[in-house]
């Protein structure tokens, strides 16, 4: 009898429970998958043969014997094996050679949810027309907010289709709160001007007046009767904003010129993108520097925050970013929430801190307290999450869910409040509601929720589950970092990177930047997804108007010579678990080292 070889020392328990959680490399898994896909489509057929069958059959087997039926029916086949082998041409996401964009393998209980949700194709705009997607979402949406930290009743949120969109969520919302806040107290100065009740109307201090402030300054203009429809007469959300800020320079007799959003430089485009649709423009992104090791400077955004007050322009929200996009860093939130609450209870100024998790939100599932791989900082970050008031998450990076999925929440229901939904920011969301009229996309697939959904409920959001997995990608990148380090190869890694992305660029000391940065793209080109390359990777690069600190630090370190803008970097996102894997036959570590010496040689 074969006995096979399992070296198991080495592997604990959970971790190889983990393995069951996804296809596998080589489709190990694919003995008892492939049944339960024909389980899964077999019980769809059987669904539909059960609800009506008083009706009869609509397609009879004589149908199915025409000439022209069956010609159809082949060429519709050939077509479908003609797609499934166009689309091996694709990127192999699902290999541990594939290192490159924050993406990787889907885990199996997404795809099986997904997969469940397209045979039903509901779109959670409604009840109407999804009558379970819905149900699920709701749910989904509770884990997520468990995750997060926030509290399942007090929290509110929804899937959208990616990052992007929740990001556009956030500054929707936080438009409409400062619209509201500003609307309310405008009309009560503009009720009390000719009494000799006025004192001087402040914008900024009006548009940050805080829930509390508001629903008093409500009382007070209902005391003085004065209309719903005089106060929309001062809401930014409703009237022509050019002529608005006239009437608000009326009020304040100072300059109007409308709200900025303090977002740090590591920023994603998405907030570029926002400023432009949301029609403040690209001046309205007041960039947050970073400090020396590429994380919002706390220093810069408290003189951001002075200059904005003295300025008159109200802070629509104060972003934070959890998993930046070029070195997967962590902004310190902690602190960030420490001088926003400094501002609410010495001056009573409520300011939106917003936390852009796409990519790192997942961590939350990490052992917060006893995790090794990860820094005190950072662990600190995520511990801070739940104070803040909302965040972006993207299921379809570290949750491991296919596109698309993306999700926004808040803390505070009535921080969700949506401008659109004219009825004042009393909306009862504890009943079933539908969330059409709040959220910016219309029709929405129910498929990134119930992918979610069936991840928390299989593999766990707890770092028994998620935690395990990603404790383990991150340690992963960091023995490969090590190694790297080790190799004596011309590499300079790129400090700060928190989690489980690895930087490097292929400098020798002393060298010119044009000269280093040529050489990585070369190395790029060898492993980028063009090629049929052993590896695949990523590119990006730091520049000196983002990253001034963190390069002027980092390129001393190995005196390179400032001849061009920018840092080009190898980045990889080492998010599938197997590359650390000590069971097959190459060593994807060392492998990768061998490559990578072979094309800096040459
Ligand atoms: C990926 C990412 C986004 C955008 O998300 P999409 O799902 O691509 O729309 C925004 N912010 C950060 C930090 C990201 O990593």
């Known amino acids: 009898m074969e ?52 009706d009869g059959k609509a397609i009879s087997a004589r149908d199915q014997k025409d000439q022209e039926f069956i010609a159809r029916r082949q060429d519709f086949e050939r077509v479908a094996y003609e797609l499934v082998t166009r689309f091996e041409e694709e990127v192999p996401k699902f290999s541990p050679r594939y290192i490159g964009h924050m993406f990787s393998e889907v885990s199996l209980p997404a795809l099986i949810g997904h997969i469940v949700t397209l045979l039903h194709n509901p779109n959670n705009i409604s009840g109407e027309s999804s009558r379970v997607g819905t149900q699920i979402e709701d749910e989904a949406v509770r884990f997520l907010l468990l995750m997060t930290g926030f509290s399942e009743k007090h929290g509110m949120g929804h899937f959208t289709s990616g990052g992007t969109l929740a990001n556009f969520e956030a500054l929707s919302r936080a438009h409409s709160r400062y619209a509201l806040w500003l609307s309310a ?15 001087k109307f402040d914008p900024v201090m009006a548009a940050h007046s805080g829930w509390e402030g508001f629903d008093e300054t409500i009382r007070e203009l209902k005391e003085r009767s004065v209309s719903e429809k005089e106060i929309l007469n001062w809401n930014m959300g409703f009237q022509n904003p050019l002529e608005l800020a006239a009437r608000i320079e009326g009020l304040s007799r100072q300059e109007f010129l409308g709200p900025v959003m303090l977002v740090p430089e590591n920023k994603h ?57 070029e070195l997967g860093g ?40 006893k995790s090794k791989t990860f820094s005190q900082n950072a662990l600190k970050a995520l511990a801070s999450i739940p104070r803040v008031n909302s965040i972006t998450l993207d299921p379809h990076k570290l949750g491991y869910v296919p596109y698309s999925s993306g999700a926004f929440l808040t803390r505070e229901k009535r921080d969700y409040y949506f401008m659109s939904f004219d009825s004042a920011p009393y909306i009862d969301f504890d009943a079933a509601f539908d969330r059409g009229p709040f959220t910016i996309e219309g029709s929405r697939s129910a498929a990134g929720a119930v ?80 090629n049929n390359g052993a590896f695949i990777v990523s590119k990006t690069s730091l520049n000196w108007a983002a990253y001034s600190a963190y390069l002027d630090e980092w ?48």
Request: contains cysteine.
């Open 3 to 54: 006995t096979e070889k399992r070296p198991r020392a080495k592997c604990n328990p959970q971790e190889i429970a983990l393995k069951s959680f996804f296809l596998g490399p080589q489709a190990e898994n694919a003995t008892w998958v492939l049944p339960l896909l024909d389980g899964v489509f077999n019980r769809w057929v059987q669904w539909r043969r059960s609800l009506f069958p008083q």
């Open 185 to 199: 107290e405008a009309a009560l100065a503009n009720a009390t001007r000719d009494k000799n009740l006025f004192q």
């Open 269 to 325: 485009y998405s907030w570029k993108k926002g400023a432009h649709l949301f029609g403040g423009g690209i001046e309205s992104i007041w960039p947050i520097r970073l400090d020396g090791k590429g994380r919002l400077s706390i220093d810069h955004l408290k003189h951001l925050i002075d200059l904005a007050i003295v300025k008159g322009r109200p802070i629509q929200l104060v972003v934070s970013v959890v998993g930046t996009t």
């Open 330 to 369: 962590i902004d310190p939130v902690c602190e960030v929430q420490d001088v926003l609450d400094r501002w609410r209870s010495a001056s009573g100024v409520h300011i939106w801190h917003h936390v852009d998790a796409a990519y790192g939100g997942f961590f939350r599932t990490l052992d917060l307290k």
């Open 451 to 530: 992918a979610t959904w069936m991840t928390a409920k299989t593999i766990g959001l707890h770092p028994k589950g998620y935690g395990l997995l990603l404790e383990r990608t991150a340690r992963i990148c960091r023995e490969l970092e090590s190694k790297v380090e080790k190799a004596g190869l011309p590499i300079q890694i790129a400090p700060g990177c928190d989690t489980n992305i690895l930087c490097f660029t292929c400098a020798r000391p002393g060298e010119a930047l044009s000269v280093s940065n040529q050489r990585t793209i070369k190395i790029f080109e060898a492993f980028s997804p063009k």
């Open 555 to 602: 390129v001393s370190q190995w005196s390179g010579q400032r001849d061009a803008n920018e840092v080009v970097l190898i980045r990889m996102c080492m998010m599938n678990p197997f590359f650390g894997s000590i069971e097959t036959k190459v060593n994807y570590a060392d492998s990768f080292i061998d490559a990578l010496r072979c094309e800096l040689e040459t």
